[in-house]
């Protein structure tokens, strides 16, 4: 199958977009034509070669597209069905036997080792094997093959456009609120960061119906996006110390804190804007993957602080991004107002134009 994508030669260097030959999809597999692809701050991560990933790359895990053909023994989507893709996990371990796939055994190998699990690539140029399979998909590219535990099925007149960063940003923003945190109602919400995971959050504890949503965000315009979604308060944290400022609006603190930026300071400083018995969920990785956060022990054990790693919002996809889909055609995810598209070959205009603010969520735009 011949095909394009947008190829990663080398760490921190801009894409090409080149011809790509994908496998057709084996037993189990299926492959995808992509329409729309969010860019999440994970790609990048990956593109900075500090994951250790092999070159030359593919990389993209936020894909939405029609499914163009798929393998023996898969029953879950047909052909001409429009699909969302999201992680990938095994489906054998205990924790995906629990519901708790995002935490699947086998997760790195799955979504990280950009290979097959028999170590073969699935995309090829005219020298040789490309690393795909990134999130069990590499979704920069005209085509992605899939399996059926990272395949969503989505409704005939859904928009592939809009609905694309539900695969991972959305659902880690608003499951790290719903699951990780299960923020209750009349509960309070700081979140760190006004990015595409930090406006989801926000959306998150809409939904949950906290009492107080407050958003810590350095630009002007993310503050603004964030107090339209819903936030009741946006705090820069330019104009004073940032817990000072949370706890003039909660004296007590807050019961939930999601942190989306990865800033080791920002995080350390949130450790006390915590009510007792508070819970800070760290979702944003920070730029430094030795990165520590000293914790002072005797204020943890005082007022029975929670410290909560979280990936994915704890998501299981087969359940939470129906949920997510039917939230947003109910207009309680209004990801539109916050995602700009780009066309496909302007994939580096549109990440450089997410590392400097100028837009929060990236969907690249795949001609048919
Ligand atoms: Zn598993
Ligand atoms: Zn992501």
Known sequence: MQGTAAVLREPNQPYSIEPIRFDPPRAGEILVRIHA??????????????????FPLILGHEGAGVVEKVGDGVTKVRPGQKVLLTFNSCGQCSQCHSGDPAYCHDFVGLNFACVRPDGSSCAHDDSGPVAARF????????????????????????DLNILAPLGCGVQTGVGAVLRSLNAQAGSSLVILGGGAVGL??????????????????PQQARRQLALELGADHAIDPATGDAADQVRAILPHGANNIVDTSGNVGAIFASLNMLAPHGALGLVGVPGSLDAVL?????????????????IEGDSDPENFLPQLIALHAAGKLPIEKFST??????????????????CVKAILELSA
């Open 37 to 54: 692809v969010g860019i999440c701050h994970t790609d990048m991560v990956f593109a900075s070669g500090a994951m250790g990933s092999p």
């Open 294 to 310: 000293p914790l002072p022990i005797v204020p943890a054990i005082t007022y029975g602080y929670t410290i909560k790693g979280i």
């Open 341 to 358: 598209i780009y066309p496909f070959d302007q994939i580096n205009e549109a990440i450089a134009d997410s590392h400097s603010g100028k």
């Open 200 to 217: 989801s959050a926000v959306l998150g504890g809409k939904i949950a119906d906290c009492a107080s949503i407050i958003m810590i965000e």
């Open 135 to 158: 999130f069990g998909q590499s979704s920069f590219a005209s085509h992605a093959i899939a399996q059926e535990r990272n395949v969503i099925a989505l409704p005939d007149d859904a």
